[in-house]
Structures are given as C-alpha cells and as structure tokens.
C-alpha cells in the first residue's frame, strides 16, 4: 500500500512541475538587424526585463540578424501568428498604411525634438491602423539621421545622374527617381554584398547602419549628413499571443516597453554623434552637401509631401495639423 501511495504521489508530483514548467508561454522575437546593432541590443534587453520580471509566465527569446524571418517577411509573421513578436522598419509598411511613411517624408523633421513630435502626433493613428490589422503596438526608436552615402564624390545634381542607388522603402525610391538615380530595393541585411559587387553605389541610411557595415571596406569613400529623417523601427505584437497573457503580464510588457523605447531614442542620440565620428576614422570624407544640392533635395522633398498627402488623405492631414 505505503509503494502504492509513493508512486501515486510522485506521479501527482510529477505532472504537477511538468504543468508549472508548461505554464509560461514563450515568444520568439523576429529582428532583422545584427545583434550588435542598437536596436537588436535594445529589444535583447527588453525581451530579458520582461522575462526575468514576469515570474515564468513569459519567456522572451530574441533572433537578431533576420535569423527567425528576414526584414522584409517580420511584419507578416507577425500578423500572422507565425512569430508572436517582431521589429520592423515602420517607413517600409506605406502599402499597409500610409501613416507608417510619415517619418521618412524629407525635412518634415530634421533633429530628435522634431523627430519626437512628429512621432507624437501620428502615433495614435498609427496604434489604431495596427489595431485594426490584429497587431499591438509596444513602442518605436528611430534610426540616427539619414545621409547620403556614395562611392565617388558627389558636387552637383548631376554626379546624382545614373548612380545605381541602394534604396529600403517607397520614399528613397521616389528620391531616387526625382534625382535622376537608378533605385534598386535592397533589405540592410545585404548591403555590403550589393556594394562590393558594384550593384549599387550609393545609398541614404544612417551613419550607424554605414558604420555596422563597415562600408568604407566596401569601396564608399564619401558620407554626406543632410540629415533629413529619422524613421523609425516599431515593435508589434500578434493579438491573439498577447490575449493570451494576464492582465499582470500585459501591463508588465507595456512599461518595460516604455522604458526601452526612452533608452532607445538616448541610444539613437549617441550613434547619430559617435557613428559618424567612427566613418571619419575610417578614413570616409564626413561632410555636408553643397547649397545647390541641398536645395534640390529639398525641392525634391516638398514634391514627396504634397504626394504623401494626397495618399494619407484626411488621417494623413490630421496628423500634420498635430505636428504643425
Ligand atoms: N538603417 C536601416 C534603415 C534606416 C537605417 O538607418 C537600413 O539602412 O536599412
């Protein structure tokens, strides 16, 4: 009887602890940069606040490189259900909402305090737009300030002619097309390759993704800070993984969220200074376009947000009002 009894209370025993290890849920986290980069190392440290935090009820687990889905697949994944989490370029998503575009309009915002604003005034839209699309929205870090990046020296509008130009949304795509360049959509994952190839000969990007890269290896000599935009990297949850967790969890997420997002707006801040230190210590020419040059893009950005209106329409308007 007493054998009897001790089986019976080990195997209660047993289930038991199986049933405690099985009650957390687990996510794993789709991000497309490398884990060095800034925004990769943020969201490490948010999936591990929160994980350590939530007492076993969530176990974050990050893939940085585009190891779990690559940039261009995250948003899908993770309408899907096929990650429960991811991060993604938000300027990339202007098919699924124009709204998304916003902070890659040229000279809309051109310094962190505009960049903020700005971000304030579309993000409830924004919030609502993912809503709709069954996608909850944790919160979003720009990129330091976009540049130009070219193999030869660039000096007038028409050293732009022809230049076979590595573009990653719909925006540098119509920058290209207005400045004579030949765009091609290349995803940050492969960009080296397209350059040491001869693919592609310039870009607009951060000098952070430039120095992540080690472009300067890749044949680009000249990194040129016009300096205007800061788009941004979200990160969204799938609805039906988040209704899956307790109230407790969910309020837990949503200010360690907020905490990373403070975090990762002071991260952006640094890199927009150090990184364009680390290009010039390369040995890239770090400098400003010429006047002539400025005013073309500046032209060709007022062209891009009379067009963004039209498409973002009444929502769109809103949000400038807002902003303005
Ligand atoms: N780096 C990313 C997006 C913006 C940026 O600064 C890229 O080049 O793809």
């Not at 986290?29 to 969201?43: P, R, T």
């Not at 809309?108 to 305090?113: I, P, R, W």
């Not at 990007?205 to 044949?219: A, L, M, Q, R, V």
């Not at 300096?227 to 993984?241: E, G, L, R, S």
Request: no cysteine; proline share 3%.
């Amino acid at each position: 009887m007493k054998l009897i009894r001790n089986i019976i209370l080990t195997l209660v025993a047993l289930i038991f602890s199986v049933n405690v290890a099985n009650a957390g849920e687990k996510w794993d986290m789709a991000l497309a940069y490398g884990a060095g980069n800034f925004h990769s190392a943020n969201a490490t440290e948010f999936a591990k606040n929160v994980t350590d935090k939530s007492g076993g009820k969530l176990t974050i687990v990050t893939h940085p490189g585009g190891s779990l889905f690559k940039g261009g697949e995250i948003f899908r994944a993770v309408r899907t259900g096929q990650a429960p989490i991811g991060e993604r370029f938000m300027s990339a998503l202007g098919k699924e909402d124009p709204l998304l575009e916003v902070d890659s309009q040229p000279f809309l915002a051109t310094n962190y305090g505009a960049a903020m604003r700005l971000y304030n005034a579309s993000k409830p839209e924004i919030v609502k737009g993912l809503d709709s699309k069954g996608l909850v929205f944790l919160y979003a870090v720009p990129w330091p300030a976009q540049g130009l990046y070219s193999k030869k020296e660039i000096n007038s509008v028409a050293d732009l002619k022809g230049l076979k130009f590595r573009a990653y949304n719909a925006a540098t795509i119509r920058i290209a097309e207005l400045t004579g360049m030949a765009p091609t959509k290349i995803e940050a994952a492969e960009i080296s390759q397209a350059f040491s190839t001869g693919a592609v000969e310039s870009m607009i990007t951060s000098p952070t993704t430039g120095k992540n890269k080690k472009i300067w290896e890749n044949g680009v000599g000249y990194f040129y800070d016009i300096a205007a935009w800061f788009p941004k990297n979200m990160v969204i949850v799938n609805k039906d993984a988040w209704n899956k967790l307790d109230a407790d969890t969910q309020k837990l997420i949503m200010s360690e969220a907020a905490k990373a997002e403070k975090k990762g707006w002071d991260l952006s801040k640094e890199g927009n200074k150090n990184d364009k230190k680390a290009l010039a210590d390369a040995g890239m020419k770090v400098g400003k376009v010429n006047t002539a040059l400025k005013k073309h893009f500046e032209e060709v950005g007022a062209t891009m947000s009379k067009e963004w209106a039209d498409r973002a329409g009444a929502r769109g308007q809103a949000v400038l009002s807002a902003y303005k």
